[in-house]
């Protein structure tokens, strides 16, 4: 510790600690908040294989789906900061698998929102009774998705090659990710 006049002098850091995020179960009207931050994500095309033209109703369906289906919010006060739903991959013999799917508003980005929201998830689905947690389209390129996948345990157990069309990269591969509960 430095000293100053003989006296030590505390190290305070400069980064404001934040306190985890209340993660909640969203309702139908927290929607209007929800539909900007998949619109923006959507539209830049660069995460996920949704259409960039998807209209408002189709969304909701998607990300407000009917029970087994849920969809969780971490907030900040007023402030949503991100959301994710899960529900089964596929019905019948598959349902046993749960399905993801992440978005972080961009000012949130980079302050652990999405680790947080895929721990809550591989939580959630372990109450739900799955027995793992697959994603059936990563894309390849969204790098800070699939290193946090592997560092939560998820392994890439399949590839699409050239299964998704980046703006900006062209051509990239679509990952299989795993994570068994």
């Given at each position: 510790?430095?000293?100053?006049?003989?006296?030590?002098?505390?190290?305070?850091?400069?980064?404001?600690?934040?306190?985890?995020?209340?993660?909640?179960?969203?309702?139908?009207?927290?929607?209007?908040?929800?539909?900007?931050?998949?619109?923006?994500?959507?539209?830049?095309?660069?995460?996920?294989?949704?259409?960039?033209?998807?209209?408002?109703?189709?969304?909701?369906?998607?990300?407000?789906?009917?029970?087994?289906?849920?969809?969780?919010?971490?907030?900040?006060?007023?402030a949503?900061?991100?959301?994710?739903?899960?529900?089964?991959?596929?019905?019948?013999p598959?349902?046993?698998?749960?399905?993801?799917?992440?978005?972080?508003?961009?000012?949130?980005?980079?302050?652990?929102?999405?680790?947080?929201?895929?721990?809550?998830?591989?939580?959630?689905?372990?109450?739900?009774g799955?027995?793992?947690?697959?994603?059936?389209?990563?894309?390849?390129?969204?790098?800070?998705?699939?290193?946090?996948?592997?560092?939560?345990?998820?392994?890439?157990?399949?590839?699409?090659?050239?299964?998704?069309?980046?703006?900006?990269?062209?051509?990239?591969?679509?990952?299989?990710?795993?994570?068994?509960?």
């Amino acid at each position: 510790m430095p000293h100053l006049r003989g006296k030590p002098t505390p190290i305070v850091s400069r980064v404001t600690p934040r306190p985890d995020p209340a993660i909640r179960r969203a309702a139908a009207d927290d929607w209007p908040r929800i539909w900007p931050i998949f619109r923006e994500v959507t539209v830049a095309g660069d995460t996920f294989v949704y259409d960039p033209q998807t209209d408002e109703a189709t969304a909701r369906g998607w990300w407000l789906g009917p029970p087994p289906n849920q969809t969780w919010l971490a907030v900040d006060g007023d402030a949503l900061l991100g959301f994710y739903t899960l529900g089964p991959n596929h019905g019948g013999p598959g349902a046993h698998i749960a399905n993801a799917s992440y978005m972080v508003d961009a000012p949130a980005r980079g302050r652990g929102i999405g680790r947080r929201l895929v721990e809550h998830s591989l939580e959630q689905a372990r109450v739900a009774g799955y027995l793992g947690v697959q994603f059936n389209a990563v894309a390849a390129s969204n790098v800070w998705a699939v290193k946090l996948y592997q560092d939560l345990g998820f392994e890439t157990i399949g590839t699409v090659p050239d299964g998704f069309r980046h703006p900006e990269q062209g051509l990239v591969d679509l990952l299989i990710m795993f994570h068994p509960l």
